[in-house]
């Protein structure tokens, strides 16, 4: 079956830690997408990948990094420099950004600050 | 600036039908999505729409007015499992999807 997976469900994040979110997809898609969902706002867009060793900033890109080494892999780091991180991330892939630009989600990661 | 407005709640009654409306302003438009989001999960891609008019598919349709700047999308023969929220999001000239906060539907029995 084809699909996008993101590990961890949750994760917790000490005070000056990076954490690093995994997504994985093969579904063949060249694009990829990182968003961030807070209670109350439409999803915000972190960072994009339109093919391999590239990516563009999103509208919030401030205190996370992406790469994207492989078509099937764009891992996620949310740094020390995000000082307001609790939030639920989404990670979500597309043929491509235009053509067909419809975007199927991973399940999630849980973002939580201890 | 561009801008997604669409109902923070809405209530219908299960075996109803309930219209969730959306209105849009954004840089150019390659289209209006329609995901469905239950509590805790992923969205779900529910419906696409890039020329006016309605697509129907099973229960669920979505309409679409481009000189207006606004999108519905209609459920029919409501179930329990229908709860969720649901967004819209509208494909700008740069390709980026641009979302509304989303509309929480409540069914009630």
């Known amino acids: 079956d084809g699909g996008i997976t993101q590990s961890p469900k949750y994760l917790f994040r000490k005070e000056g830690q990076n954490v690093t979110l995994s997504c994985e997809q093969n579904l063949n898609h060249d694009a990829m997408y990182w968003y961030r969902q807070d209670p109350g706002q439409g999803l915000r867009l972190i960072y994009y990948?339109?093919?391999?060793?590239?990516?563009q900033k999103g509208d919030i890109a401030e205190g996370y990094s992406v790469s994207r080494e492989k078509k099937e892999s764009f891992p996620l780091t949310v740094t020390s420099a995000q000082k307001n991180p609790t939030a639920f991330y989404l990670c979500?892939?597309?043929?491509?950004?235009?053509?067909?630009?419809?975007?199927?989600f991973g399940p999630g990661t849980r973002l939580l600050v201890l | 600036g561009q801008n997604i407005d669409q109902p923070t709640e809405m209530t219908a009654t299960e075996g109803a039908i309930v219209q969730i409306n959306c209105t849009y302003q954004t840089s150019g438009f390659n289209g209006l999505f329609w995901y469905q989001q239950h509590a805790g999960e992923a969205p779900t891609f529910l419906s696409y729409?890039?020329l006016d008019g309605l697509e129907e598919k099973g229960r669920f349709s979505s309409f679409l007015s481009r000189s207006k700047g606004y999108s519905y999308l209609l459920l029919k023969e409501l179930q329990m499992k229908d709860s969720a929220s649901y967004l819209c999001a509208v494909m700008d000239s740069n390709y980026q999807l641009i979302w509304g906060a989303g509309t929480k539907l409540i069914i009630k029995p």
């Open positions: 729409n890039v």
């Open positions: 990948s339109q093919i391999v060793n590239d990516f």
């Open positions: 979500a892939s597309s043929q491509d950004r235009a053509s067909d630009g419809t975007q199927y």
